[in-house]
Structures are given as C-alpha cells and as structure tokens.
C-alpha cells in the first residue's frame, strides 16, 4: 500500500518524490486517450469564429492541442482518439497532416472523431456524452485503463507517471490536480482530499469556492485529465446517459456522483510535471483574449516558464517548409530588426522594429512600422507607418498603411474588440477583409 499523505492543506502541493513506474510502457501500452476536443472556447471572442479552441495557433508555431498531443506521445501513450465537434476543419487537417508520423504497423495512431450521431439524433451533449458515444473506440482498443483530457490547456505532464499512481492505489478513477488563486477558482472544479488522497468533495464551479486548509487564498482545482479503468468507466457511463436529470458532463455530474461510493483519487500534478518553475508546474488556462496573450507574451522573456527548447520533452506539431526568417534595411531611420522577440519561418521584417512579441510564419512588417507586446499569427500583412501595440492579430489580416492600435483605447474599441485589461483583438472581419484569402500579398520593400 502506498504510504499516507498530508491531511489536507497547501502543503499537499508541495513537490514530493516522482512515483516511478515499474514498467511504465507496459502500462502505457494498456491504456487508450481520449482528447476532448470539440469546444468552442466562447470567451476567446472572435477567435474561435471560425476554428475551434485547441485549434488556435500558440507559441509560434504550435497549436493549443499540440501539447496534450505531444505529452500523450512523450508519455508512451501512441493509441489515441481526438473528438471534435465545434467547427473542427481546420484542427482535424492539422492532426492529419502534422502527426501521421505514429507507426501504424505497430498499433500506433491518433484517430480524429467527429461527433457522429452513433446513439441517436443528438451530437455531443457533454464531454461525458462524448466518450459515451465512442466507447467503442475503447473496446476495440481493448484497453484496461482510459485517460481523458481536454485538448485545450498549455503544459507538458508524464501522463504515465499518474498511470502508476492510479494503479498503485488501486483506484476506481483518478483526477489531476493543481492548486490555483481562491479568485480563479470560480471557472474549476474544486475539490477537497482526505489524508489518503482520496477525493471527499467536488464542486464544479462554485459561487463561494473551498480554500485550501492552511492557504484561505488558494483552492484545489481539478485540471479535467482523468483516469479510469475502462469497464469501470463504461458502466458509470451508462448509468449517466440514462439519467435524465444529467447534463452528461464529467465535472458537473459523473466525478461527484462517485464521491462516497468509490475508491475516486487526486493526483498532484507537480509529481508528473515536467515543467517545473521554481516549486510551482506549469499549466495554462488560455480561455480568454488576456489569457492567450498573457501566455504567449511571457514566452518572449530572457528565460521564460514554459522551456518550448527542453529536447528531451519536444513538443512537436505540423511544420510547413519555409524559408528563414528575413530582416532587411539597416539605416538608422529604417532597420529591419527584432528584440526579445520570437519570429517563426517565412517572415519578412522590411525596415520595422519588433520588441517582446510573436510573430508566426510568414508575417510581413513593413517599412518604419513598430510592433510592441503583440501577437501576430501567420499570413498577416502589417503594412508602412504601422503602431502596434498590445494586440492579437488573427490570421490573414492585412493591417493597412499608417494604422495605428494600442494608443486610443476608444478609437480601437470603435474597430475592434479591446479586453478589460486593454489587449485589442484584430480578425480579417473587423477590418472588412475577406476571410477566404489563400494568403498574404508579397510587401515590396
């Protein structure tokens, strides 16, 4: 039996010894992931217009679902299904074109699962609904045990480190968990711990949420990444499809109605992180515009939380040939050139200044503009004279000559979409541009 924890309290937070597993690709290899994937993500506003949330390019280069993907891949899990359901084009050609590398000769893939009406006339309804209507994914797999995770979150975790704790413990199901501000705690499910680590509460975004003992400013909240073994989990399902009174989710319905009648555990995700800052594991929640560009700015830091250069953990995604990053002109009025900034493939920066922010692949920049503390995603022309500041701009936005953003808070809010803390979001329809483009027109320098 493994040894007791902590009554709860913050401390129970504190990083403790790895549980190392004995064989962990043999658990591994016994285990199917199902990444939820269907959300829109409302509260990133016209962001996911026209993509769903884990389809949102981050960091440059990747996209959000990359992480989950790649810590299922670098955990040894290479059997896994991706549902989707919310505008999923574009996330379902990036899954099919930038990770077909698994090995299907050896029992390796990542199917891509719309929602398909397999149980009647109704799609999704919940993402305990979702893996209901694919259990027979997990039958086919033949699978002794399933994690479930959203595909929507930033953060790189050994998913077979949790995999032994639950098999340690000889748990039913078992939930990851990270402590976050009281204030936050509103938008999680929070949750309370025996000296076991057994799960006694669970509230699903609760008005008045349960500190922490010991820590009145923090809370215990679930991250949504589950563990269950599968005939387990196929039962408790059933029953909850039948209940007319559920909303078929698993952090409103099924997660508390296990609490008290089975063995449900909390795993500490700082034991199976695997990027540490300090004390505290990283993890990011970028639902909303600020949230997004809070987590992609702090990447533009000298040595910033989240290491995207850790070889041993890559996090890798779909990678378009292109040719290297371009500055040009080097007069002292006109110098092409970019500082505390990441700059991806195929852009072009002609006589422009470029301070602490993203730009993705094939952004254009032109002539004696400045660009400060934004995000620009791929295919985006920001013409001449252009000031910049404090912004995402979405995809395939032509930003016109002499335009000016982050410097009349009311003029941009006359435009575009401004945040309470003043980050302005920019998309093609709010500049009356066409959506459909195939790309940005060449920028003469």
């Known amino acids: ?55 949102v390019p981050f960091a440059g280069k990747l996209k959000i679902i990359d992480f989950a993907l790649g810590n299922c891949v670098n955990s040894g899990l290479r059997r896994i299904a991706v549902m989707t359901q919310y505008k999923s084009q574009s996330l379902i050609r990036h899954i099919e074109r930038g990770w077909g590398f698994l090995a299907a000769n050896m029992g390796e893939y990542i199917d891509v699962v719309p929602a398909q009406q397999r149980l009647g006339e109704n799609w999704y309804s919940g993402t305990a609904d979702a893996v209901f209507q694919n259990l027979n994914l997990v039958r086919e797999a033949r699978a002794e045990y399933v994690l479930i995770l959203a595909g929507d979150h930033v953060y790189k975790m050994d998913y077979a480190i949790m995999l032994a704790e639950h098999v340690a413990n000889g748990a039913d199901a078992t939930v990851a968990c990270i402590d976050v501000p009281l204030a936050d705690a509103v938008n999680f499910g ?193 013409g001449r004279n252009v000031v910049l500041r404090r912004a995402v701009v979405d995809k395939r936005c032509h930003l016109p000559d002499g335009l000016t953003v982050g410097v009349d808070p009311e003029a941009d809010r006359a435009r575009f979409y401004v945040t309470a803390r003043g980050i302005t979001l920019i998309t093609p329809d709010m500049l009356g541009q066409m959506t459909l483009e195939t790309g940005p027109a060449p920028l003469s320098v």
């Open 190 to 382: 929070i949750m309370e711990v025996d000296a076991q680590h057994r799960i006694v509460a669970f509230d699903e975004k609760p008005q008045n949420p349960r500190p922490l003992p010991g820590a009145p400013d923090r809370a215990l909240a679930s991250m949504g990444i589950y563990v269950f073994n599968s005939a387990f989990l196929c039962e408790q399902l059933a029953m909850d499809a039948q209940d007319p009174a559920s909303s078929h989710d698993f952090g409103k319905d099924l997660i508390p109605k296990l609490i008290g009648r089975h063995k449900l555990m909390a795993h500490n995700f700082a034991k199976s992180c695997v990027n540490m800052v300090g004390e505290q594991p990283y993890w990011r929640d970028v639902g909303t515009v600020d949230a997004y560009w809070q987590a992609n700015i702090e990447l533009t830091k000298v040595v910033p939380e989240l290491n995207l250069y850790d070889d041993q953990w890559p996090i890798v995604s779909l990678q378009p040939q292109l040719p290297p990053a371009k500055f040009v002109f080097d007069d002292d009025n006109r110098r092409g050139m970019a500082v505390d900034s990441l700059v991806s493939s195929g852009c072009i920066v002609s006589g422009a200044t470029v301070r602490r922010s993203i730009l993705f692949a094939k952004v254009r920049v032109g002539d004696l503009s400045l660009v400060e503390d934004s995000v620009v995603l791929p295919d985006v022309v920001i």
């Open 1 to 55: 039996m493994p040894p007791a924890l902590p009554t709860p309290s913050h401390d129970y937070l504190a990083r403790s010894d790895r549980v190392t597993p004995a064989d962990p690709g043999h658990l591994t290899q016994r285990t199917f992931a199902m990444v939820l994937a269907g959300g829109r993500g409302k509260r990133l506003k016209q962001l996911t217009d026209s993509r769903a949330k884990p389809a």
